[in-house]
């Protein structure tokens, strides 16, 4: 179901003890200062803090618990993977897949994309699947096209029931990390093709429930006037995520 969320993406950063501290100075600051929303909101640690950080957030509460990354396969003899069922066994509720930086870093196409969505969606796990075009293909008009590639290959593929539990991040790769926001009227018309797309797909229900979130450089000062866009329903938040203060104030931004 449609929801106003906003994720904190820490990727690789913070140590355990740094990464506890961030977690409670935010619940804390959350719990005190955003009253009145029913934003969700997922913090993604890195793979070695998810119990631990797991067990520091509220129960029962708008907090929960993201992973970036999960393995395709089950389980068995895959060195240093991570399955979803192991995500989920320390309570993860969603897993992020297909962030640019995996697309680019670690040569995740559409394929295996999509048997990492079919492995976390079969352990009860919500994916946050990330789409979004490069500043050369921006720049050559064909943002779209390559927007819904990525979305008939890497997601299309799933059943009216499976695809209900996803959550989709626009990411344009040119603004993310760089300080380079898209405009609210670039994220609003991007989210609002997106919604089209599904549409076509499923159906306009399935368009309207789903949640679908802007993300590259996204902070406390334009978070607001992204949030207010019809179409963006919340941030998956990288940079922003590592500083409670910045963090929070993203949180009261709807
Ligand atoms: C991200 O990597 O998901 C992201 C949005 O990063 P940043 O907010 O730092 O641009």
């Not at 989709?168 to 300080?179: N, R």
């Not at 998956?236 to 500083?243: M, Q, V």
Request: charged share 20%; proline share 3%.
């Amino acid at each position: 179901m449609r929801k106003n969320l906003v994720a904190g993406n820490w990727k690789m950063n913070t140590t355990y003890q740094d990464g506890l501290a961030l977690v409670s100075e935010i619940t804390n600051m959350v719990q005190d200062e955003v009253t009145g929303s029913d934003v969700e909101v997922v913090i993604c640690p890195p793979f070695p803090f998810l119990a631990a950080i797991g067990k520091q957030l509220p129960e029962n509460s708008r907090f929960h618990l993201g992973a970036q990354n999960c393995s395709q396969k089950e389980s068995g003899a895959y060195t240093g993977e991570v399955s979803a069922r192991m995500l989920q066994s320390v309570g993860c509720e969603y897993v992020i897949l297909g962030h640019s930086e995996r697309r680019q870093y670690f040569r995740e196409d559409n394929e295996l994309l999509s048997q990492k969505l079919k492995a976390a969606l079969a352990t009860g796990l919500k994916p946050i699947f990330c789409v979004g075009e490069s500043l050369e293909t921006r720049e050559a008009d064909d943002t779209f096209k390559f927007i819904s590639q990525q979305l008939q290959e890497g997601l299309f593929h799933l059943s009216n029931e499976e695809f209900d539990q996803v959550v989709i991040a626009y990411e344009p790769i040119w603004a993310i990390g760089t300080g380079k926001t898209a405009t609210s009227a670039q994220a609003q018309e991007v989210h609002a093709y997106i919604r089209e797309q599904i549409a076509q797909a499923y159906d306009a229900e399935a368009a309207l429930n789903t949640t679908i979130l802007y993300g590259g450089s996204a902070n406390a000062q334009n978070a607001r006037e992204l949030f207010s866009q019809p179409d963006v329903d919340g941030g998956l938040i990288g940079g922003a995520s590592l500083k409670s203060r910045d963090f929070t104030d993203i949180i009261k931004s709807f």
